[in-house]
């Protein structure tokens, strides 16, 4: 992507489709904060939660940016063990709405693409997708290897390791399943009722009889 604007890319991404990966089968939920220190270094943050524990799991590190910035390519290096390096190129962003990523890493001959449909908003309009889509087209990259992401029900805060690192505040947006949230209301009312009919009956008990 040429003339590729760093800053104004900067802040959360919601991972909307993916390429297909084997170790990514139960990753959901998954959010990308991309934000600047004070010393102006660059840090990223990514948040998935496993579908199947439910636990979250945080997965940071720092990116290197090259000298020609305009181009469109970060080097993300994780803080993982072992430590693990990718290069990320984005292909074209409108940076509102959609952001298109993609990587190629290698070992030998063995060459494996990854790429990845970010949107700004967790759930996107199917406008947002098929302009997305369109980059994908215009690059050949096949879109039968595309899976979509989970991002229904999730409950994320994302940039909270940003924020204990004391980089540059970006949105936290915390959402609830509504389902959930009313089942819970259900569920206390009950409660309520039960402990309510509990007290009259102690108070009938502890009533002496008049004779």
Known sequence: MSNFDLEQFLGKWYESERYFQFSEVAARCVVTDY???PNGKIYVSNEVTN???????????NVDVPTHVSEGKMVVK?????STTSTLTILDTDYDNFAV?????????INTQSAWLM????IPDATT?????????????????FVKTDQEGCAIAASDLNAALGIASTSTHVEQNAGVSKRTENMENSLKSVLNDEEINMEENTTPNEN
């Open 35 to 37: 934000a600047v220190a």
């Open 51 to 61: 579908r199947f524990t439910g636990v979250k799991r945080t997965i940071s590190g």
């Open 78 to 82: 994780y803080d993982t063990t072992p």
């Open 101 to 109: 990523i993609w990587s190629c890493s290698g070992l030998g001959p």
């Open 119 to 122: 949107t700004r908003e967790r």
């Open 129 to 145: 997708l098929q302009k997305a889509y369109g980059v994908l087209d215009q690059f050949k990259i096949n879109r039968t290897f």
